[in-house]
T-cell receptor, first 112, second 113 residues
C-alpha cells in the first residue's frame, strides 16, 4: 500500500505571496492532519480534517487554512507569507479503525 | 505542552541495544504511549505504541512500567540507520474522535560504528 504523499517537496516563495501544499493520504484513510516543524518551535499541530470537515485546529493565525476533498486528499494554504513561515510542513493520515497517524515526507517551504 | 520528558541525547554502539527512556508521570488511564522517530528532514516514522502491556514488533520493543509513569523503547540491535530523533508521545485514543499529536523535543540517538 502506498504511503502518504506530499507535493511539492520543495518550494521557494517571497514574502507576501501565498502557497498551496497538497497531501494524498494512504488509501482508505479519511483523517488528514497537518503539522509545521521549525527549528525553534519543533513539531506543532496545525489542523485535522475528516470527511471534508475540519475537526480540530491548532493555535495558528487565520492565514493558515486547509480543506479536504471527497477523495480524502487535502490541501493547506498559507496566505501573505512571512519569513517565519519557512518550515517543513508535514501531513499525516489515519484510519478510523487504526488511529495511528502515518506521516508523509513533508514539503520544505522557504520564504525569502 | 508535551506530557513527556526525554533526555535530549544518547549514544549507542552499533550492534548493541539502544534503550530510550521516557517519563510520563501525569499519564491518564486511557492514554497510550506512542513512539515515533524522525531521520533528518524526513517525516516522522511510526515505531510502536502501547497502553499498559509490553509490546514488540519488527522494529522495537516497548516496556511500560506497572504504574505507567515511564516507559522504555528498546532497539535490540542498533544500526547506523537508527540514528534519528526519537519522540515519545502520550495520546488519547477516542474512537471516531479528533486526534492530534503533541510532540516534545525528543531524544537525539546517535549510533556509533
Amino acid at each position: 500500500k502506498a504511503g502518504v504523499t506530499q507535493t511539492p517537496r520543495y518550494l521557494i516563495k517571497t514574502r507576501g505571496q501565498q502557497v498551496t501544499l497538497s497531501c494524498s493520504p494512504i488509501s482508505g484513510h479519511r483523517s488528514v492532519s497537518w503539522y509545521q516543524q521549525t527549528p525553534g518551535q519543533g513539531l506543532q499541530f496545525l489542523f485535522e480534517y475528516f470527511s471534508e470537515t475540519q475537526r480540530n485546529k491548532g493555535n495558528f493565525p487565520g492565514r493558515f487554512s486547509g480543506r479536504q476533498f471527497s477523495n480524502s486528499r487535502s490541501e493547506m494554504n498559507v496566505s501573505t507569507l512571512e519569513l517565519g513561515d519557512s518550515a517543513l510542513y508535514l501531513c499525516a493520515s489515519s484510519s478510523t479503525s487504526e488511529v495511528t497517524q502515518y506521516f508523509g515526507p513533508g514539503t520544505r517551504l522557504t520564504v525569502l | 505542552d508535551a506530557k513527556t520528558t526525554q533526555p535530549p541525547s544518547m549514544d549507542c554502539a552499533e550492534g548493541r541495544a539502544a534503550n530510550l527512556p521516557c517519563n510520563h508521570s501525569t499519564i491518564s488511564g486511557n492514554e497510550y504511549v506512542y513512539w515515533y522517530r524522525q531521520i533528518h528532514s524526513q517525516g516522522p516514522q511510526y515505531i510502536i505504541h502501547g497502553l499498559k502491556n509490553n509490546e514488540t514488533n519488527e522494529m522495537a520493543s516497548l516496556i511500560i512500567t506497572e504504574d505507567r509513569k515511564s516507559s522504555t523503547l528498546i532497539l535490540p540491535h542498533a544500526t547506523l540507520r537508527d540514528t534519528a530523533v526519537y519522540y515519545c508521545i502520550v495520546r488519547v485514543l477516542s474512537q471516531g474522535g479528533s486526534e492530534k499529536l503533541v510532540f516534545g523535543k525528543g531524544t537525539k540517538l546517535t549510533v556509533n560504528p
